[in-house]
Nanobody, 125 residues
Framework: QVQLVESGGGLVQAGGSLRLSCAAA????????MGWFRQAPGKEREFVAA????????YYADSVKGRFTISRDNAKNTVYLQMNSLKPEDTAVYYC??????????????????WGQGTQVTVSS
């Protein structure tokens, strides 16, 4: 069973940076992609970024494009989300997720099979 553990959240001032990590323990050989999603209070969970385990394809929500960077370390089974120029509207619980279904749309919540417990990111103005 895959276990996803996020870390790196915290409180930061607007304009600051944070780097989130997601360690995938027990990742299977057929894992397809990893994604980051976020959920703010009173809002639905939304896509932030995704990366495939093979190749160099990355995907971003328009709201974070140019500010956030997703990357992976295959040897460590870890995915990172570098968040720069943070804004108060980035405040949310951030979740990492794993998809084992080949060829799915990585921006969709339904494409993901395993989820982490989430890490809080708070950006003060």
């Amino acid at each position: 069973q895959v276990q996803l553990v996020e870390s790196g959240g915290g409180l930061v001032q607007a304009g600051g940076s944070l780097r989130l990590s997601c360690a995938a323990a027990g990742r299977t050989f057929n894992s397809y992609a990893m994604g980051w999603f976020r959920q703010a209070p009173g809002k639905e969970r939304e896509f932030v970024a995704a990366i495939k385990w093979s190749g160099s394809s990355t995907y971003y929500a328009d709201s974070v494009k140019g500010r956030f960077t997703i990357s992976r370390d295959n040897a460590k089974n870890t995915v990172y989300l570098q968040m720069n120029s943070l804004k108060p509207e980035d405040t949310a619980v951030y979740y990492c997720a794993e998809s084992i279904k080949m060829g799915v749309a990585v921006v969709r919540i339904s494409s993901y099979d395993h989820w982490g417990q989430g890490t809080q990111v708070t950006v003060s103005s």
